[in-house]
């Protein structure tokens, strides 16, 4: 989430233009940003007046969806609704940032002379061409350079196991927006009528920004990874974040919500905030009762603790969420993820290769990387007939993954990376689907 560093970039076409889309078309006021937001039930009208009339508090939205209207508040009129009406829950609007960790420079890279590909550590790699070809006949192939990861999480095999690669499956990229231009992505996004900028108050999820400063491309990077483990899901790209890098936890809530009811089966949040929300954790309940899988990243400080939402994705909100954190080639704790006797599982997260804004190939560091991974695996399950009943895949994904203590391995870190540790796809969809 801190020290960005080195970018490593594969130029992907013969010009890049970073965040030049932004200006097609006109940017919204900022939507209003209250101190403290109240989930308040649609047919608690009385309430709701009381509210209205005594403490001037302002609706945000009304949701008939969910049974829900949203209200705003200052903290005077938050303390005042907890003294005289009822004991409450206007918790306060706080700031969510995405756990971006940093790109990851050291290849080298140089330009091909105005062809669609680049040299990257002795491998041309491009979206497009002969070298796009797929394990498995796939229309989007696992990029060249993340072949490590990949066969650690047994990912080629388990393309063979769930041929369908996860078909009508819609997942959700609840993030800093995405490259909705990018040919990674060509095919696999959702109607445009369904994407849905919270952060401007528009329908144009674009990436805003500059490369390498905040959090500019980070929600092309999960979606590119996502992509490339489930290649035939739908991605659903919806903006919460800023540019730089953080927005309001309220935006965080809503944002679920619209991709409950655009029918995502699978919710990515590589994202993270300090303290808890209680609207954004409701919003993961009310996911969680539809069936909806909500993933999540723990977080890059090196801390004995997990950012919310990942810190209640075990326990309170228990089956249907995971938290997800990081590992390294060799399997061990990366430096800056987070870890947590309530981790769920890690995943690798370090120099993966992805696609950036701008037909451009980046390659990012951190739990954010990792979550995608985990989320794209859900997604192939979900593309499959299961074997199991939904409410015991994640404890299943968990209870599959490559055993990150045996022989000593993360001695410090013991029952704090995960039940067993990381991802295993194969084994996962093994005890998951039936093939």
Same mark, same amino acid.
């Given at each position: 989430m801190k020290n960005l560093t080195k970018i490593s970039i #594969?130029?992907? *076409?013969?010009?890049?233009?970073?965040? +030049?889309?932004?200006?097609?078309?006109?940017?919204?006021?900022?939507? #209003?940003?209250p101190e403290f937001i109240l989930n308040v039930p649609i047919e608690d #009208?009385? =309430?709701?007046?009381?509210?209205?009339? %005594?403490? $001037?508090?302002? %609706? @945000?939205?009304? !949701?008939?969806?969910?049974?829900?209207?949203l209200v705003g508040m200052t903290e005077a009129q938050a303390s005042a609704y907890n003294a005289v009406l009822r004991p409450s829950s206007a918790g306060r609007n706080g700031r969510a940032e995405s756990n971006r960790g940093t790109f990851r420079g050291g290849a080298i890279t140089a330009s091909m002379g105005g062809s669609r590909s680049a040299w990257v550590g002795g491998e041309i790699c491009a979206w497009s061409g002969g070298s796009r070809s797929a394990w498995v006949g796939g229309q989007y192939a696992p990029v060249l350079q993340n072949t490590t990861a990949f066969q650690q999480i047994r990912l080629e095999s388990a393309h063979r196991i769930a041929p369908k690669l996860g078909l009508g499956?819609? #997942?959700?990229?609840?993030?800093? *927006?995405?490259? =909705?231009?990018?040919?990674?992505? +060509?095919?696999? @996004?959702?109607?445009?009528?369904?994407?849905r900028d919270f952060?401007?108050?528009? =329908?144009?999820?674009?990436?805003?920004?500059?490369?390498?400063?905040? *959090?500019?491309g980070h929600g092309t990077a999960v979606a590119g990874l996502v992509a490339q483990?489930?290649? !035939?899901?739908?991605?659903?790209?919806?903006?919460v974040l800023g540019v730089d890098g953080s927005g309001d936890t309220l935006n965080v809530a809503q944002a679920i919500d619209w991709a409950v009811a655009k029918g995502s089966r699978v919710i990515n949040l590589s994202l993270g905030s300090t303290e808890r929300s209680k609207v954004v954790q409701d919003a993961i309940k009310r996911a969680k009762d539809k069936?909806?899988?909500?993933?999540?990243? +723990?977080? !890059?400080?090196?801390?004995?603790?997990?950012? /919310?939402?990942?810190a209640d994705a075990d $326990?309170?909100? $228990?089956?249907?969420? @995971?938290?997800?954190?990081?590992?390294? +080639?060799?399997?061990?704790?990366?430096?800056?993820?987070?870890?947590?006797?309530?981790?769920?599982?890690? &995943?690798?997260g370090e120099g993966l290769f992805t696609a950036g804004p701008g037909r451009l190939l980046l390659s990012w560091s951190g739990t954010s990387m990792a979550a995608p991974l985990v989320t794209g695996s859900l997604a192939l399950a979900l593309g499959q007939?299961?074997?199991?009943?939904?409410?015991?895949?994640?404890?299943?994904?968990?209870?599959?993954? /490559?055993?990150?203590?045996?022989?000593?391995? !993360?001695? &410090?870190?013991k029952d704090m990376l995960g039940k067993k540790g990381r991802l295993d796809i194969e084994q996962f969809l093994k005890n998951t689907i039936i093939f």
């Amino acid at each position: 989430m801190k020290n960005l560093t080195k970018i490593s970039i #594969v130029l992907l *076409g013969m010009t890049a233009v970073l965040g +030049a889309c932004s200006s097609l078309i006109p940017v919204s006021a900022p939507t #209003v940003r209250p101190e403290f937001i109240l989930n308040v039930p649609i047919e608690d #009208v009385t =309430t709701l007046e009381q509210l209205t009339q %005594t403490y $001037g508090a302002q %609706t @945000l939205e009304r !949701n008939t969806e969910t049974g829900q209207v949203l209200v705003g508040m200052t903290e005077a009129q938050a303390s005042a609704y907890n003294a005289v009406l009822r004991p409450s829950s206007a918790g306060r609007n706080g700031r969510a940032e995405s756990n971006r960790g940093t790109f990851r420079g050291g290849a080298i890279t140089a330009s091909m002379g105005g062809s669609r590909s680049a040299w990257v550590g002795g491998e041309i790699c491009a979206w497009s061409g002969g070298s796009r070809s797929a394990w498995v006949g796939g229309q989007y192939a696992p990029v060249l350079q993340n072949t490590t990861a990949f066969q650690q999480i047994r990912l080629e095999s388990a393309h063979r196991i769930a041929p369908k690669l996860g078909l009508g499956i819609k #997942v959700a990229i609840i993030d800093t *927006g995405i490259d =909705t231009s990018h040919p990674a992505f +060509a095919g696999m @996004l959702a109607p445009s009528s369904e994407w849905r900028d919270f952060v401007d108050g528009d =329908t144009w999820p674009q990436e805003q920004g500059v490369l390498g400063t905040g *959090g500019f491309g980070h929600g092309t990077a999960v979606a590119g990874l996502v992509a490339q483990v489930a290649p !035939n899901a739908t991605l659903l790209p919806i903006r919460v974040l800023g540019v730089d890098g953080s927005g309001d936890t309220l935006n965080v809530a809503q944002a679920i919500d619209w991709a409950v009811a655009k029918g995502s089966r699978v919710i990515n949040l590589s994202l993270g905030s300090t303290e808890r929300s209680k609207v954004v954790q409701d919003a993961i309940k009310r996911a969680k009762d539809k069936k909806v899988f909500v993933v999540s990243s +723990a977080g !890059n400080e090196n801390l004995e603790a997990l950012t /919310f939402p990942a810190a209640d994705a075990d $326990g309170s909100e $228990g089956n249907h969420a @995971l938290s997800v954190g990081s590992v390294d +080639a060799q399997a061990l704790k990366s430096s800056f993820s987070n870890f947590d006797e309530d981790l769920e599982i890690v &995943a690798p997260g370090e120099g993966l290769f992805t696609a950036g804004p701008g037909r451009l190939l980046l390659s990012w560091s951190g739990t954010s990387m990792a979550a995608p991974l985990v989320t794209g695996s859900l997604a192939l399950a979900l593309g499959q007939p299961l074997s199991i009943d939904s409410k015991d895949v994640t404890a299943t994904l968990a209870e599959s993954a /490559f055993d990150v203590y045996n022989n000593g391995m !993360n001695s &410090a870190y013991k029952d704090m990376l995960g039940k067993k540790g990381r991802l295993d796809i194969e084994q996962f969809l093994k005890n998951t689907i039936i093939f």
